[in-house]
Nanobody
Framework: QVQLVQSGGDLVQPGGSLRLSCAAS????????MGWYRQAPGKEREMVAV???????NYADSVKGRFTISRDNAKNTVYLQMNSLKPEDTAVYYC??????????????WGQGTLVTVSS
């Protein structure tokens, strides 16, 4: 069993910053790509940022230059630093990890979601 536990969502004013964290735990042999996705009300879930095991990153155009994804492989944790937040960044943010378990199963695991609200 593998779990992703998220933290860091909050209400923030436009132009503000937030940092999201997501820690993986359980029967983990290795973690491949990790990422952050978001879903705004009435919209489909979309990719925000992803990072590989060797820290190659990819960002949605809407967040480039404002958001930074990083990971700590020793802690099985991925972070999302969000700066210059805009009201349109308001969404539930989900972390995602592609995991190989100790019994060699490949799983795609999602965090529980955390609400980020950008509003004055």
């Amino acid at each position: 069993q593998v779990q992703l536990v998220q933290s860091g969502g909050d209400l923030v004013q436009p132009g503000g910053s937030l940092r999201l964290s997501c820690a993986a735990s359980g029967s983990i042999l290795s973690i491949n790509a990790m990422g952050w996705y978001r879903q705004a009300p009435g919209k489909e879930r979309e990719m925000v940022a992803v990072i590989t095991t060797i820290s190659i990153t990819n960002y949605a155009d809407s967040v480039k230059g404002r958001f930074t994804i990083s990971r700590d492989n020793a802690k099985n944790t991925v972070y999302l630093q969000m700066n210059s937040l805009k009201p349109e960044d308001t969404a539930v943010y989900y972390c995602n990890a592609r995991v190989v378990t100790n019994d060699y199963k490949r799983l795609e695991v999602w965090g529980q979601g955390t609400l980020v609200t950008v509003s004055s």
